[in-house]
Nanobody, 124 residues
């Protein structure tokens, strides 16, 4: 069972930056593709971005493309979400998720393991 723990959330003004981290307990972390999702109050969970097992491939939702960057450090069992030029509409609980296998996915149901989430609030 992979355990995921997010950190780095908080309150930031519009235009600011935050970096989220997600630490995994699994020694075979490098065999998982990782994703970030978010859920705003009253809304469904939505895909933010994903990164391949090697870190060589990433893709993003259109709403964050060019502003957010996902990276991973397999030696540290950690994946990151760098968020720049934040907007109030980015306010949400952010979740990292792990998926067995080498293919990335934007579908939440394809991820087997989830963290508890970290709150990001962007003030206008």
């Amino acid at each position: 069972q992979v355990q995921l723990v997010e950190s780095g959330g908080g309150l930031v003004q519009a235009g600011g930056s935050l970096r989220l981290s997600c630490a995994a307990s699994e020694r075979t972390f490098s065999s998982y593709t990782m994703g970030w999702f978010r859920q705003a109050p009253g809304k469904e969970r939505e895909f933010v971005g994903a990164i391949s097992w090697s870190g060589g491939y990433t893709y993003y939702a259109d709403s964050v493309k060019g502003r957010f960057t996902i990276s991973r450090d397999n030696a540290k069992n950690t994946v990151y979400l760098q968020m720049n030029s934040l907007k109030p509409e980015d306010t949400a609980v952010y979740y990292c998720a792990a998926r067995s296998g080498r293919y990335t996915s934007g579908y939440a149901y394809e991820y087997q393991h989830w963290g508890q989430g970290t709150q990001v609030t962007v003030s206008s």
